[in-house]
């Protein structure tokens, strides 16, 4: 071995803050580079994927009809997080949400009710609620590791969807599209300001954040997810149930991400389709770590994800590139955050042969 | 010992450090220190914790760089530029806080230390058995870590050390995980060392250790040398002045109690291990009376941390009877409900079980304070926790610059007696405190003994399981020992000697039949069993 990482001991704080800006930074430099390299003005480009989606009030409205889904699965990613429990389930969470909720919108087409909307977005809850609890149980019942089974569950979701919007959710008139009838005007989610599609998911979105936050920061459940990451000795010792908390934890992220696929059956889709989420789940992962676990640092990187969404979608009009370029930027984003996070936790070391020379010498 | 010591200093300087200064921000941790070490020397370095010991070791070992002052190895002058410089160079060096990785076996530790010289595995392994061995400090090479306790931990450390080719040891609080007979051996091993022209920087805060063992020491007080000697023609009284400082009182005597009624009942408590490694507890029998500090002495790994889990409730039994408060069964019942009941806790790690690292004070106030109030309907009463936790630092007296410093940048003694502040505060009725002064200061020790003779008087029952005979003969009202998870009959400490109890520790005991061990606590007792 040549090259060797070693630990810093203490890793400076307020680098670990500026981390997350700098792997931005490196990112926009980069992709500048990928721009220049296929034949585009970088600086022209950049403002196309950055700037030009949201100069108007309804890219502001779908800046947010994007951020939304995202805080939301981000910010119920990061209590998980916290207590060490790694969800990376919350895609399928979204799904199982989007499905349970469109089962119970289908119910409900022709009632003008006001619960008509709550019971929907209840139900979105309950589903990933449930599909993120039964990871729990799967880890603390048979200890099977939470990261490959919350995968897989993605794809039990993702089918499962699949299998109803396929069959029995099919909407009769549909003339055979998989898609399910629209959904009833009282399961929508309101329009927040006209000429725009955004919708009150944001505000659910931003609630979420702040009551994630008090809860991290000021109850005292939050501080038992805390103290079960950062030390599970700890916790035992205390008599912290570790059982019943990743159950909270799993049930937190899962319903958040339900919430969200809900909001998106019920509010820009307003029917189910095969693909209600172009991958939000997988994103929120990104956005969490990006904010640093920190409610204030998942809302703006959230807001940043939800740009690139739309960077990557007006990418694909204006320069005919293709939508990838979307991953693209979501996959230096968060190579670039881990890399710059190595080289503040550790130093590059480089095996010099000469230091034993010399010993042998003494 | 004379002998070797006028052989040695008539030989060649194996360290000598001129004029060692270290500047930390805010805190000057070394102040122009001046050491020599001779070969095959035994060289005691006694301070406080916080008299910059730790500093001036890292800068021999190539964790740090002094800021002045030159470091000289065998009458060279050397920069020492890492630790594995400095093994290269002959130095081992075994930390007080062990850096072992637990998922891997005794080997695999010993040869990610070793880097590139280690070799082939098998071979090690045996090397590692036969080293071992024939320093009386017996280790199975494929155990886990994770699976050791904390005595058996450190010989992994120094058995790391011995398979090198070694020239000077530097020893951080050795013994205070080894039980009298095992300080005793490894004395006989760090003689042999000694004569075998290994020079040894030995760090202890024991200084009857230090008068038994080393040729020579140097004593820090505030970064600064305060004084050498040579430790067996100068009185402990006068070294131990030279380290507190004049003002500090440094040791007591307490005088014994005898309790009254039984708060902690254990009735044939029998327990497999979970762990493979582990040692099962086989009908144990003890009880604690209100108002007494019963002690429990054993060499590590003989089932005491089995019998704490199962005391605190990290093991839950498969029945309540066993273990019982006041004359309730609690088996069954989880950490918090024990706590309910009354119990505090000391556990023999501070951090990473009694502390959590990386959180401040005022969090770790509320790790198990939270039953005193400190949350309302689910919220945490952010000032009372910060008040309680002010209240710990003040009446134990814990050195740290507030209360938002993380767990992790305070010193072990002060970590403990925060820790023990912590428990002590909440008015117990029974007090589990494993290992309370494990690498503490004497300053710190003597606050924690006198903390926990004051919390008998107050009418708690106290259960103290220690490796440190001296401190068990201090402060125990009565003594038992623990051996291969069998415990032997408790005496009042007035009745037995170290000798009596060494002998349980090995095992040489009557194991008592339950309707005995009830017998003896009704003859013992005055007032009736509930």
């Known amino acids: 071995m040549f090259i060797k990482l070693e630990p810093r001991g203490e890793a400076s704080r307020s680098m670990s803050y500026l981390s997350p800006l700098l792997a931005g930074l490196l990112t926009l430099v980069s992709g500048g580079i990928f721009f220049a390299f296929l034949g585009h003005d970088p600086i022209e480009a950049l403002r196309i994927f950055l700037i030009a989606p949201v100069e108007d009030l309804y890219g502001f409205g779908e800046l947010c009809v994007k951020a939304a889904p995202i805080m939301l699965c981000a910010i119920g990613l990061a209590v998980a997080f916290k207590a060490q429990v790694w969800n990376i389930g919350a895609e399928g969470q979204l799904l199982m949400g989007g499905l349970l909720a469109s089962a119970v919108a289908l119910q ?3 009632v003008e009710s006001f619960w008509a909307l709550p019971l929907v977005l209840l139900s979105g809850m309950l589903g990933g609620g449930l599909w993120g609890l039964l990871a729990a149980w799967l880890r603390t019942r048979f200890n099977a590791n939470e990261i490959l089974t919350t995968i897989m569950f993605n794809y039990i979701a993702l089918y499962l969807l699949l299998y109803f919007v396929h069959g029995s959710f099919k909407d009769p008139d549909g003339y055979g599209f998989p898609a399910s009838a629209m959904f009833g005007d009282s399961s929508l989610l309101p329009i927040l300001l006209e000429d725009t599609r955004m919708h009150i998911g ?17 109850s005292f459940i939050g501080f038992q997810i805390k103290v079960l990451g950062l030390d599970s000795n700890a916790a035992k010792l205390a008599g912290f ?6 159950a909270v934890v799993m049930i937190i992220s899962g319903a958040l991400a339900g919430l969200a696929g809900a909001g998106e059956v019920a509010g820009p889709i307003g029917q189910l389709i095969p693909s209600i989420s172009p991958g939000y789940g997988y994103a929120a992962i990104i956005v969490a770590f990006l904010g640093r676990l920190h409610p204030v640092g998942i809302f703006f990187a959230s807001m940043l994800m939800a740009l690139i969404y739309l960077g990557g979608e007006l990418a694909q009009i204006e320069l005919n590139l293709p939508l990838a370029v979307t991953s693209l930027f979501q996959g230096m984003l968060l190579f670039y955050l881990l890399a710059c996070d190595v ?9 010099r042969p000469q230091i034993s020379a010399t010993l042998e010498n003494s | 010992m004379n002998r070797q010591v006028s052989a040695t200093l008539s030989g060649q300087l194996r360290l000598q450090l001129k004029g060692i200064t270290k500047q930390y921000p805010g805190c000057l941790a070394n102040d122009k220190v001046d050491l020599e070490i001779g070969a095959g020397e035994i060289h005691a370095l006694l301070g406080e914790n916080g008299a910059g010991k730790s500093t001036l070791m890292k800068m021999i070992y190539g964790v740090t760089k002094p800021d002045a002052g030159e470091i000289l190895w065998q009458g060279s002058v050397v920069e020492i530029k890492d630790p594995s410089m400095a093994r290269k160079m002959g130095i081992g060096m075994v930390f007080q806080h062990f850096s072992l990785f637990e998922t891997l076996t005794v080997t695999e530790n010993i040869a990610l230390a070793l880097g590139d010289d280690a070799g082939d595995l098998q071979q090690l392994g045996r090397k590692i058995s036969t080293v071992s061995k024939q320093y009386g400090m017996e280790l199975n090479p494929d155990r886990h870590i994770h699976s050791l306790s904390v005595g058996e931990r450190q010989r992994v450390e120094i058995v790391r050390c011995l398979v090198q080719d070694i020239k000077l040891l530097i020893l951080d609080e050795p013994t205070s995980v080894l039980t009298p007979q095992e300080v005793e051996t490894l004395f006989v091993t760090l003689r042999q060392l000694s004569a075998d022209g290994c020079s040894i920087l030995f760090i202890s805060h024991k200084l009857k250790e230090v008068q038994a063992l080393c040729h020579n020491a140097t004593i820090l007080r505030g970064g600064k040398v305060t004084g050498d000697c040579v430790p067996a023609e100068a009185g402990a009284t006068k070294m131990a002045q030279l380290m507190v400082g004049s003002d500090t009182p440094i040791s007591s005597n307490y005088p014994k109690a005898t309790g009254t009624e039984v708060f902690l009942a254990v009735e044939n408590l029998t327990n497999s291990s979970e762990d493979p490694f582990g040692t099962s507890l086989k009908k144990v029998n003890f009880s604690v009376r209100r108002g007494e500090i019963l002690g429990i002495a054993g060499v590590a790994g003989n089932g005491q941390e089995e019998l704490l ?17 006041s004359g309730r069964g609690v088996g069954l019942l989880d950490p918090r409900q024990r706590r309910e009941l009354g119990l505090a806790f000391v556990p023999e790690e501070r951090l990473g079980r009694g502390a959590v690292p990386e959180m401040s004070l005022v969090d770790n106030t509320l790790l198990t304070g939270f039953l005193q109030g400190l949350v309302n309907f689910g919220f945490i009463n952010q000032g009372k926790t910060e008040q309680f936790s002010q209240k710990i630092i003040d009446d134990y007296k814990v050195k740290t610059p507030n209360n938002r410093t993380a767990a992790q940048s305070l010193s072990g003694g002060n970590l403990q007696k925060f820790i023990i502040g912590r428990e002590i505060l909440q008015n117990p009725q029974l007090l589990v405190a494993a290992h309370p002064t494990w690498g503490v200061d004497i300053g710190a020790a003597t606050a924690i003994h006198k903390a926990l003779i004051e919390l008998r008087d107050k009418g708690a029952a106290i259960l103290v399981v220690s490796e440190d005979i001296d401190e068990l003969f201090l402060i125990s009202d009565r003594l038992c020992a623990i051996c291969d998870g069998e415990i032997s009959p408790a005496k009042a400490t007035l009745d037995t000697s170290i000798e009596e109890v060494g002998r349980w520790m090995t095992g040489v005991f009557e194991q008592i039949e339950p309707t005995a061990a009830q017998h003896v606590d009704e003859m013992l007792n005055t007032s009736s069993i509930n």
């Open chain 1, 108 to 110: 409900l087409m022709d």
């Open chain 1, 202 to 218: 944001i505000l659910f979105a931003l609630l979420a954040v702040v009551v994630i936050w008090v809860m991290l920061s000021r």
């Open chain 1, 241 to 246: 149930k570790h059982k019943r908390l990743v």
């Open chain 1, 343 to 351: 080289f503040i936790n550790f130093k590059i070391k480089f095996n």
């Open chain 2, 309 to 325: 889990a199962a005391l605190s409730g990290e093991h839950l039994l498969d029945s309540s009877d066993p273990v019982k408060f």
